[in-house]
């Protein structure tokens, strides 16, 4: 089941700008790992951790570099998590996380999918709750 979504549109040249400014940004956001890369795949990687953010519906207990994007054999990206994060996500019921990214023309983008397990039980974050079924419909 669906418990989240979130889409993080970012702007490489800006953001490499910002990095030039304030280099401890770096260090701030992304793992050991994670900072050897380059500009551009910094940017995308900061859209995912803004696009998980947007699917957890908050950032309360997350923390930036407890969360790495890593590449499977294939290229595929996947969330690497640890710490007060991957508790957070464990608490929330969530189950899986999907995870896309792209950069061109200046702009990385990444689109996440949050999902648990049918029947998991979640917080009072509303994530996981069950549908409105008063028949309203938006």
Known sequence: MIVGIGVDLVDIPRFERTIERTPRLVERLFSDAERVLKPHSLAARYAAKEALIKALGGSDGVHWTEIEIASEASGRPVFSLCGSTAAVIAERGITALHLSLSHDAGLA??????????????????????????????
Request: net charge negative.
């Open 109 to 138: 983008t990444a689109y996440v999918i949050a999902e648990s397990a049918p029947g998991v039980a979640s917080d009072d974050t509303g994530i996981g709750d069950a549908p409105d079924t008063t028949g309203d419909r938006a």
